[in-house]
């Protein structure tokens, strides 16, 4: 099994990355392969997310919205997505927003017929999530990572069994 995840962020903090540094090394834990392709490195080799099994978006608001250049990425790549297990993580200072956000990701994933993994994770404050040298100190945020990699692993499992 190969994840890739695919960071989308055009804020400087940087809050997306920081989480999917995150659930890189916890895959890397269990086993399991996986990449991180930032959205906003120029140098990401976007060709090669196509070839990995399951693929994490995890992506900050912008606004109600997420960002232009993943929306890009989806659109430009649409024969792809077709059947490719899907999930979304959306990065937030704002709930009601994050909300939107994911709801319009999950809507265009819908549309270009990936297997969509229900399970979603909105994260808020992120940056009080970690501490200076990048590790997680919140015990809630530990917990939903958690069952959120289960679900992903579990929806992976069962459709492999189907």
């Known amino acids: 099994m190969?994840?890739?995840?695919?960071?989308?962020e055009n804020s400087s903090s940087r809050s997306a990355i920081k989480l999917g540094l995150?659930?890189?090394?916890?895959?890397?834990?269990?086993?399991?392969?996986s990449r991180?392709?930032?959205?906003?490195d120029e140098d990401a080799?976007?060709?090669?997310?196509?070839e990995l099994d399951i693929l994490l978006l995890?992506?900050?608001?912008?606004?109600?919205?997420y960002s232009a250049r993943l929306h890009q990425l989806l659109i430009d790549n649409r024969i792809e997505w077709i059947n490719k297990p899907v999930g979304s993580i959306v990065v937030t200072e704002e709930m009601i927003l994050a909300e939107s956000?994911?709801?319009?990701?999950?809507?265009?994933?819908?549309?270009?017929?990936?297997?969509?993994?229900?399970?979603k994770l909105i994260v808020t404050s992120v940056d009080t999530k970690f501490?200076?040298?990048?590790k997680l100190t919140d015990s809630q945020l530990n917990l939903a990572l958690y069952r959120?990699?289960?679900h992903v692993i579990d929806h992976v499992d069962f459709r492999k069994s189907a």
């Open 2 to 8: 190969n994840i890739g995840l695919i960071v989308s």
């Open 22 to 33: 995150e659930l890189d090394e916890r895959f890397q834990n269990l086993g399991i392969s």
């Open 36 to 40: 991180i392709i930032d959205l906003q």
């Open 45 to 50: 080799d976007l060709g090669r997310w196509a």
């Open 58 to 65: 995890v992506t900050r608001n912008e606004g109600q919205f």
């Open 101 to 119: 956000t994911d709801r319009q990701l999950k809507n265009t994933l819908k549309a270009l017929g990936v297997d969509l993994i229900p399970e």
């Open 131 to 134: 501490d200076d040298e990048l």
């Open 148 to 150: 959120f990699l289960h």
